[in-house]
C-alpha cells in the first residue's frame, strides 16, 4: 500500500484529482446511460442480467428516449405515451439487473422450507432438522432463476405459540415477507389442512402456494387451495417451481435489444415525463432529455459510492 499512496500523491501534486470509479466511469462516457451501465455492469450477478446492461450501453435505452424526444418535439404526445408505456412496463426487470428479486419462503414450522431452499440453491444453505421451530433466523442466498438474480430467504415458521426466542424468528419472517418481491406459502401436503393455514393463505392472497412434501400419503380432508406439489428430497416438482417463480417475477421478459431503464434517475424521469404527456403538457420534452442520467458531479451523489480513485 505505500507504493500506491506515493503514487497517488504524486500524481495529486501534479493536478490530479481523487474520485471514486463510478464517477470516473460517468465522466469518461459522453453518454451519460452508457456510464450508468457500465457501473452497473460491474455488479451484475447474471449472464442474462449483464446482457441486458449490454444493450443499454449500446445505445437501446438511448435511442428510445431519443424516439420519444423527437415525438414530444413534433407534438405527438399519444405515441410518445405510448413508448413512454412500453418503458414503463419494463421497469420491474431494470430494477432487479442488479439488485436481486426478493422471495421469501414462509409457512407453518416443519413443512420443509429449509429443504425447499436447499433444492434450489442445489446445496445446504440451510439447516435441516425434524423439530419444529429450527429456523430462527432468516437464512438469505443469492441464485438464479431462468438467468435472472433471486434472493431466496428462508424463514421461521409461522404458528401461534412457541419460545420468546421462536417469537422473535417470526417477528423476523414477518419483516421479510412484508418486502418481497413474492411470497411462496409452503405447506405439508401429509398433514390435515387447518384453519391457521387457511389464514395464512388468506393474507398472502398473491403467493405463491407449494404443497411440499407430496412422496407421503396426502391428507385430502378437509380440501386444500391448489397449488405446486414438490418434495424436497427427491427433487419432485422443484422444476416447475423453478418455473412458476420465473413467470411471477418476470412475466414478460425484454426481447434481445430492447430499451430498459434500470437506474432509479431514470425510471423518476419517464414517470415524470408519462404524467406530462397525460396532462399533454407541450413542455413534456423537458423531462427527457437525452443524457437522462446525470454525472453525479452535477446532480445528487452516487448510489453506491466506493473506494476512491485518482484520475487525471
Not at 111 to 116: F, Q, R
Not at 256 to 285: C, K, M, N, W, Y
Amino acid at each position: 500500500y505505500g507504493a500506491v499512496a506515493a503514487l497517488e500523491k504524486a500524481l495529486l501534486e501534479e493536478g490530479g484529482r481523487t474520485v471514486s470509479w463510478q464517477q470516473w466511469a460517468y465522466e469518461r462516457d459522453e453518454d451519460a446511460i452508457a456510464g450508468a451501465a457500465r457501473i452497473a455492469l460491474a455488479r451484475a450477478r447474471t449472464e442474462r442480467a449483464a446482457l441486458v446492461l449490454l444493450d443499454q450501453f449500446h445505445g437501446a435505452l438511448r435511442q428510445a428516449i431519443e424516439a420519444i424526444c423527437r415525438a414530444l418535439s413534433r407534438g405527438d404526445t399519444a405515441s410518445a405515451a405510448r413508448q413512454i408505456e412500453t418503458l414503463l412496463a419494463r421497469v420491474n426487470v431494470g430494477r432487479h439487473l442488479v439488485e436481486p428479486w426478493r422471495v421469501v419462503l414462509a409457512g407453518p414450522p416443519n413443512v420443509g422450507k429449509s429443504s425447499l431452499v436447499n433444492a434450489l440453491m442445489g446445496f445446504a444453505r440451510a439447516i435441516v432438522h425434524p423439530a419444529s421451530g429450527t429456523t430462527r433466523d432468516v437464512v438469505s442466498a443469492v441464485t438464479a432463476v431462468d438467468g435472472w438474480p433471486v434472493e431466496l430467504s428462508d424463514t421461521a415458521g409461522l404458528r401461534a405459540g412457541g419460545s420468546e426466542l421462536e417469537w422473535a424468528g417470526m417477528a423476523l419472517a414477518q419483516q421479510k415477507l412484508a418486502d418481497a418481491d413474492l411470497v411462496i406459502l409452503v405447506f405439508d401436503s401429509s398433514v390435515p389442512w387447518s384453519a391457521t393455514e387457511a389464514a395464512l393463505v388468506e393474507d398472502w392472497a398473491d403467493a405463491l402456494v407449494v404443497h411440499n412434501k407430496c412422496d407421503l400419503p396426502s391428507a385430502t380432508d378437509p380440501p386444500r387451495p391448489e397449488g405446486l406439489p414438490t418434495c424436497a428430497l427427491d427433487g419432485t416438482g422443484i422444476d416447475d417451481l423453478v418455473r412458476a417463480m420465473a413467470g411471477r417475477l418476470v412475466p414478460r421478459a425484454p426481447p434481445p435489444g430492447a430499451a430498459v431503464p434500470f437506474t432509479p434517475e431514470q425510471i423518476d424521469r419517464l414517470e415524470s415525463a408519462a404524467h406530462a404527456t397525460a396532462r399533454g403538457h407541450a413542455g413534456a420534452p423537458d423531462a427527457l432529455p437525452p443524457a437522462i442520467c446525470p454525472a453525479p458531479s452535477r446532480a445528487r451523489p452516487l448510489d453506491h459510492p466506493t473506494s476512491p480513485a485518482t484520475a487525471p
